[in-house]
Nanobody, 121 residues
Framework: VQLQASGGGLVQVGGSLRLSCAASGSIFRVNAMGWYRQAPGKQRELVAIITSGLTTNYADSVKGRFTISRDNAKNTVYLQMNSLKPEDTAVYYC????????????????WGQGTLVTVSS
């Protein structure tokens, strides 16, 4: 399974960006899809996650500003980021939990290559 993330870039404070991450390859079923971020000198942290049943969970720091969504037909997850702040600056990684075969019991986790988001003041 390969993940291709896109949509990062440079934006001013208060601006918006939309990240996309498409999964491809031998996929039987995609379960949870999520976004994580890692700022310089900090540990990677969960930003948002969406289950196959469309249940979402957000980090407190992004609630009300970020929205995660998914397109199951395209095996793609999105992150709409509004009202961006300098502290949102980080490399954003997508993560997908999926099964490659119908007989597979547990999910495998896959990570995208990361896309840089820089919020300038």
């Amino acid at each position: 399974v390969q993940l291709q993330a896109s949509g990062g870039g440079l934006v001013q404070v208060g601006g918006s960006l939309r990240l996309s991450c498409a999964a491809s390859g031998s996929i039987f079923r995609v379960n949870a899809m999520g976004w994580y971020r890692q700022a310089p000198g900090k540990q990677r942290e969960l930003v948002a996650i969406i289950t196959s049943g469309l249940t979402t969970n957000y980090a407190d720091s992004v609630k009300g500003r970020f929205t995660i969504s998914r397109d199951n037909a395209k095996n793609t997850v999105y992150l709409q980021m509004n009202s961006l702040k300098p502290e949102d600056t980080a490399v954003y990684y997508c993560k997908v939990s999926s099964r490659n075969h119908s007989f597979q019991r547990n999910d495998d986790d896959y990570w995208g290559q990361g896309t840089l988001v820089t919020v300038s003041s």
